[in-house]
């Protein structure tokens, strides 16, 4: 079991940055992928991009060329650079761990919100 915790949300103008970090509980190693999702009120959560246990990463088409996800395995920590912003990008962010053994081994941070103002 793991413990996610986002922070670095908050209000950005468009055109301006945020970065998110999402701390674990414990070490991230043999996390099969972490990723980060999103949802603004009434819609689904939708998945913004994900970073796999070889570090690969993989993008909605929206945030191509403007998001970013890293990881520190010795701070336990991932990142999600958000550069570009667009007054769409406000939603509450998500972070989720997947041990890829089912989804009683995937986990979700409290989220943090985004505002993008225009």
């Known amino acids: 079991q793991v413990q996610l915790v986002e922070s670095g949300g908050g209000l950005a103008q468009a055109g301006g940055s945020l970065r998110l970090s999402c701390a674990a509980s414990r070490s991230i190693f043999g996390i099969k992928a972490m990723g980060w999702y999103r949802q603004i009120p009434g819609k689904q959560r939708e998945l913004v991009g994900v970073?796999?246990?070889?570090?690969?990463?993989n993008y909605t088409d929206s945030v191509k060329g403007r998001f970013t996800i890293s990881k520190n395995h010795a701070k336990n920590t991932v990142y999600l650079q958000m550069n570009s912003l667009k007054s769409e990008d406000t939603a509450v962010y998500y972070c989720n761990a997947d041990y890829g053994l089912g989804p009683l081994y995937t986990y979700w941070g409290p989220g943090t919100q985004v505002t993008v103002s225009s």
């Open positions: 970073i796999s246990d070889s570090s690969r990463t």
